[in-house]
């Protein structure tokens, strides 16, 4: 038996990395293993050499698939029986060179011809699982900030301001930009800033100042997520139109996620909370499932979360909003 000797051992292991890499190893750049926030919850995907699997809250959906080139193939399964028509079908993801987000589609059953819907998601940064999304005190007023990926805009007010932000989490720091009311624009009304946010995600210690570019501060910028973050406030029953239909709608809250029950058909929602809105799905019998037995909403509460104006429509594709959903908290 011929030995390969070190110099050929050298050469078939330079060989291998150019063409692709060893067996067994993968970049953390090029990985899509992951958690992506989704149009279906957060979808968990695990990937060994080119096979895929993935979980998400929605049913106790799975998934499982091959990866090939920027494309994930393969069919995904919910509950009660994880088989077609109804639970099953075939999906694919298309991912940008990033892997930092994927655009797709679904369907009902194995081979059709026709898409069921889209189903898009943009990954979890590590550092950003805890969001910063929520109600803040802050000493420069009641500020409201929204967080996606590591982006974060945000507006304040009190009596003397109203003003917005944008920027950027690095870890357990903010830094961005802010403007305000009347021209938005610097010297005096437009600068930066910086938070240093706990690790509770729960308070932040911060600098302003005005104008850009400077190597002093003008002052502290300091705050307190409110009590729940502004969301538990959120839960309780609520006298809903549903359209034209009067409705009970009971609403539960754990950490940003909602869930929720109706009278009418036996419906309920899920969704998501960020700032003052809720998004997500409402469902009911029979089938509670599209085209007509679910579809998705959206909630835009008041202040002080005592009632809300929202839009559905049916189905979960991007679409015309169908009729009004609106509700006040239950005496």
């Known amino acids: 038996m011929n030995k390969a000797g070190p110099v050929k051992s050298l050469a078939f292991l330079i060989l291998a990395m150019v063409l692709g890499g060893l067996p067994g190893l993968a970049s953390g750049e090029d990985t899509i293993a992951g958690t992506y926030d989704t149009n279906f919850g957060n979808l968990t995907l695990k990937i060994d050499g080119n096979k895929v699997t993935g979980t998400y809250p929605h049913d106790a959906g799975k998934i499982e698939g091959v990866f090939q080139g920027n494309k994930v193939v393969g069919k995904w399964s919910e509950a009660p029986t994880y088989k077609p028509p109804h ?3 075939d999906f ?3 991912f940008p060179q990033d ?4 655009a797709g589609k679904w369907r009902y059953g194995f081979g059709g011809k026709e898409w069921g819907g889209d189903w898009h998601g943009t990954r979890v940064l590590a550092d950003a699982i805890e969001r910063i999304t929520g109600d803040w005190d802050s000493s420069l007023g ?3 900030l929204k967080q996606t990926g590591n982006k974060i805009v945000g507006n304040y007010s009190d009596k ?3 003003g917005r932000i944008d920027g950027i989490v690095q870890g357990n720091i903010i830094k961005g930009g802010w403007s305000q009311a009347p021209s938005y624009k610097p ?20 600098k302003y100042r005005s104008g850009f570019g400077g190597s002093s501060w003008t002052g502290s910028w300091t705050g307190t997520k409110s009590i729940g973050g502004g969301y538990e406030m959120v839960d309780g029953v609520y006298d809903t139109f549903y359209g034209k239909v009067p409705i009970k709608l009971t609403i539960k809250q754990s950490g940003n996620k909602v869930t929720g029950n109706y009278d009418h058909h036996n419906g309920r929602i899920e969704g998501s909370v960020e700032g003052r809105e809720i998004r997500g799905r409402w469902l009911e019998a029979p089938t509670y499932k599209p085209p007509k037995d679910a579809g998705e909403f959206r909630f835009t509460f008041s202040e002080d979360r005592k009632s809300f104006t ?11 909003w169908r009729d009004d959903w609106n509700g006040k908290k239950a005496q």
């Open 310 to 320: 929202g839009k559905w429509h049916y189905g979960f594709e991007e679409g015309k």
């Open 142 to 144: 009641k500020m409201t």
């Open 87 to 89: 639970d099953a079908g």
């Open 92 to 94: 694919e993801y298309y």
């Open 99 to 102: 892997k930092k987000s994927f």
């Open 160 to 162: 003397n301001n109203s």
């Open 187 to 206: 010297p005096k009304e437009a600068g930066e800033f910086m938070f240093v946010v706990s690790e509770d995600r729960k308070s932040f210690a911060g």
